[in-house]
T-cell receptor
Framework: IAGITQAPTSQILAAGRRMTLRCTQD?????MYWYRQDLGLGLRLIHY???????GKGEVPDGYSVSRANTDDFPLTLASAVPSQTSVYFC????????????FGPGTRLTVL | GQNIDQPTEMTATEGAIVQINCTYQ??????LFWYQQHAGEAPTFLSY??LDGLEEKGRFSSFLSRSKGYSYLLLKELQMKDSASYLC??????????WGAGTKLIIKP
């Protein structure tokens, strides 16, 4: 593994189903983030984690949950998917230093029908 | 509220120069980032400005004026591979990134 990986690459999901998007980084970055990207809108932060064992809510957290059991993994769970959660989901990580540059995974394209 | 504004789309010619503007209103300021995003791919980091002035990196330069809440990304000697969306993002007082919707840059031969 080099950088950040996400799985699955894409998924079609029936409304009401539970889904977990996986994110793993091997850069030993302290902070991790989940964003959604919709056409015409900027990236919107769903949840974040500044360090293993802690999580926080972003701009659009409703309907999503996260956990950060260790440094490398940051899964995002949709408990009961709805069509408005159709989007491209990006995971990112950063060192949390003075510049705090975020590095992104390749994304998961999720369609909820 | 917090707001990042940038043009939706711009068109330029191969070999030319283009300037993509970004204005922002945020609660606090801890730096401004530019990212490049090719269609269907992840955003990749281009530049970071925290002090006023120009930062140059090869064909790309980024400028910041904190007093005006303004930045631009300057791309020189445009190549077809520069066709992409360019995202402006500001780190606010809570050290969260606030993102603009992005500028789609179309390069014509």
């Amino acid at each position: 593994i080099a950088g950040i990986t996400q799985a699955p690459t894409s998924q079609i999901l029936a409304a009401g189903r539970r889904m977990t998007l996986r994110c793993t980084q091997d850069m030993r970055h302290n902070a991790m983030y989940w964003y959604r990207q919709d056409l015409g809108l900027g990236l919107r932060l769903i949840h974040y984690s500044n360090t293993a064992g802690t999580t926080g809510k972003g701009e659009v957290p409703d309907g999503y949950s996260v956990s950060r059991a260790n440094t490398d993994d940051f899964p995002l769970t949709l408990a009961s998917a709805v069509p408005s959660q159709t989007s491209v989901y990006f995971c990112a990580s950063s060192v949390r230093d003075s510049t705090d540059t975020q590095y992104f995974g390749p994304g998961t394209r999720l369609t909820v029908l | 509220g917090q707001n990042i504004d940038q043009p939706t789309e711009m068109t330029a010619t191969e070999g030319a120069i283009v300037q993509i503007n970004c204005t922002y209103q945020t609660s606090g300021f801890n730096g401004l980032f530019w990212y490049q995003q090719h269609a269907g791919e992840a955003p990749t980091f281009l530049s970071y400005n925290v002090l006023d002035g120009l930062e140059e990196k090869g064909r790309f330069s980024s400028f910041l004026s904190r007093s005006k809440g303004y930045s631009y990304l300057l791309l020189k000697e445009l190549q077809m591979k520069d066709s992409a969306s360019y995202l402006c993002a500001v780190m606010d007082s809570n050290y969260q990134l606030i993102w603009g919707a992005g500028t789609k840059l179309i390069i014509k031969p």
